[in-house]
């Protein structure tokens, strides 16, 4: 739960945590949420830095779909890595938005429009299977 993320934070850092990003969103859920406002801490080398994510600001708002055994995960995933499925290509753009803004710092808007583009046109897909293909 939000309320608890600073306690959360707080426990990040008497355990020595460098670098870590803790979610809490307004739905309960430890993760990004599609439906509702998350925050976010950042620990990076000791200091504690917070942000937002509002997926109005990136789609109209989902629940997150549930998921109920190990063969509906993988047919999810492999639906959204193909871009044939749009809210879970939703869920794969905003996680990788999130994620190269921690990285970089840079518009997060930006980044899910590229993750977006790439995810749904099959990109994403074609290059796991490229990598796959060099690891076999």
């Known amino acids: 739960r939000r309320e608890m993320l600073k306690t959360y934070t ?3 850092l008497m355990l020595g945590k460098k670098n870590i990003v803790i979610y809490s969103s307004d739905d309960g859920f430890d993760e990004i949420s599609t439906s509702e406002i ?7 080398d000791g200091k504690v830095d917070y942000f937002f994510v509002d997926p109005h600001e990136f789609f109209e708002p989902f629940p997150l779909p549930v998921v109920e055994s190990k063969e509906d995960a993988v047919k999810l995933f492999l639906e959204g890595i193909k871009g044939e499925n749009e809210e879970i290509v939703k ?8 994620a190269l ?3 970089d710092k840079k518009d997060m808007k930006e980044h899910y429009k590229e993750a977006y583009e790439n ?11 490229q990598l796959r293909g060099e690891n076999e």
Do not use: H, P, Q, Y
Request: net charge positive; hydrophobic share 55%; proline share 0%.
């Open 10 to 12: 707080d426990a990040a």
């Open 38 to 44: 998350t925050k976010a801490s950042i620990i990076e």
């Open 91 to 98: 869920i794969f753009a905003l996680n990788t938005a999130v």
């Open 101 to 103: 803004f921690i990285k």
């Open 119 to 129: 995810i749904k046109s099959g990109n994403a897909f074609k290059k796991i299977e």
